[in-house]
Each structure stands twice: as structure tokens, then as C-alpha cells.
T-cell receptor, first 120, second 106 residues
């Protein structure tokens, strides 16, 4: 059974940094594309970033504007999201998701999410 | 960027009703569309992929159709467990979600 376990949430001041982690198990991690999706309180789902499995190619939503970096450690089956220059509007639950394939496509498994709040 | 627009935003229905949710893309996405169900406090769950393919384990009362720019999710006979929020997602060019449709009890 695929399991994705996010961690790293909490309270961060505006302008601060945070790194989220997602520990994967139950499948062979390295070939698969992985993604981060966020959901602000009471709002809808918003795609944040994706890293492909084989090539490690990364993609980001426009609002990231160079502030976030997605990465992966295939030896530890772990996905990361380094977030800098955080703003109040980045407050959200951040979900880790597994893509159907190495290249991308739909997200067939999701973690339970980790919440962080950007506030002074 | 491809924009996804769902309608309606909220839908009131009763158990046993046939329910249809529409999703429109701002440009053609072929059939690269997925539907997700999300319940309060839970992660989204994949229901439909490639516009009309049913994810393993998902009840057959859920179905998807469409191609190009217009897509629908249909629940043939609404069950108590189906009251939730539904999102479409395109993955033709990067990824974009619709704003969601909340299905509530009438």
C-alpha cells in the first residue's frame, strides 16, 4: 500500500523559510513523478510544484516566483519542498502526491497533508 | 496557463439523485483530465483519470465524459458517502485544478 507522510509544518514569520518533507513507502519511489499541492483554509486545491522521476525535471506554479525549490532523495524515498520568502498567503495545508507515471499525469496517491501558518 | 472552470460551485441534491458536474478548460486539453473527491479534513481521492477511466476501487456510479474543452462528472445515484467537494484537474500542460463543486444534502 502506498503511503505518503508529510512533515515540517508549523508557524513561520513572514519572510521566513521552511522545508517540508514527504516520506514515501509501499512503492518504488525513484521512477515516479512527485508533486506538492496546497489548500489554503476554506479554499480549493492549488498545484504548487512537480518533480519528474527519471529526469528530475522540475515545474512550478507561477505564484512560486523562484521562492520554492522541489527536490527528492531517491535513496531515502523522500520528497522535499524548500520554501523561502514566505508570505501570509502561503498559509495552507500542503499535500504530497504521487503521479501515475514517471512523466506526470494524474495524482493517484496523496498524503494526509501538513499545515503551516505564516504569521508574525 | 490553462484555466479550469467548474459549475456549479454548489449543488444541493438528495440521496438517489443523478448528479452532473461540468468542467471547462480555457483551451483544448484532449482527454487529459482527472476528477477528485475531497471530504472535510481529508486528502483528495482520485476518482476518474483520462477523462473517463474509473480509478480502481471507485464505485461504478461515478463516470466521466468529454474531451477537448468540456467535461462532465456524473454520479448516477447519489449515496450518503458522496456528499463532498469535487475537483477537476487538467494535466495537458502542467497541472491546474478547478475551483471545486460542493455537493450538499438538499
Amino acid at each position: 500500500e502506498v503511503q505518503l507522510l508529510e512533515s515540517g509544518g508549523g508557524l513561520v514569520q513572514p519572510g521566513g523559510s521552511l522545508r517540508l518533507s514527504c516520506a514515501a513507502s509501499g512503492f518504488t519511489f525513484s521512477p515516479y513523478c512527485m508533486a506538492w499541492v496546497r489548500q489554503a483554509p476554506g479554499k480549493g486545491l492549488e498545484w504548487v510544484s512537480t518533480i519528474r522521476g527519471s529526469s528530475g525535471t522540475t515545474s512550478y506554479a507561477d505564484f512560486v516566483q523562484g521562492r520554492f525549490t522541489i527536490s527528492r532523495d531517491n535513496s531515502k524515498s523522500t520528497l522535499f519542498l524548500q520554501m523561502n520568502s514566505l508570505r501570509a498567503e502561503d498559509t495552507a495545508i500542503y499535500y504530497c502526491a504521487k503521479c501515475r507515471s514517471a512523466y506526470g499525469f494524474e495524482f493517484d496517491s496523496w498524503g494526509q497533508g501538513t499545515l503551516f501558518t505564516v504569521s508574525s | 496557463d490553462i484555466q479550469m472552470t467548474q459549475s456549479p460551485s454548489t449543488l444541493s441534491a438528495s440521496v438517489g439523485d443523478r448528479v452532473t458536474i461540468t468542467c471547462r478548460a480555457s483551451q483544448s486539453i484532449s482527454y487529459w483530465l482527472a476528477w477528485y473527491q475531497q471530504k472535510p479534513g481529508k486528502a483528495p481521492k482520485l476518482l476518474i483519470y483520462k477523462a473517463s477511466s474509473l480509478e480502481s476501487g471507485v464505485p461504478s456510479r461515478f463516470s466521466g465524459s468529454g474531451s477537448g474543452t468540456e467535461f462532465t462528472l456524473t454520479i448516477s445515484s447519489l449515496q450518503p458517502d458522496d456528499f463532498a467537494t469535487y475537483y477537476c484537474q487538467q494535466y495537458d500542460s502542467l497541472w491546474t485544478f478547478g475551483q471545486g463543486t460542493k455537493v450538499e444534502i438538499k
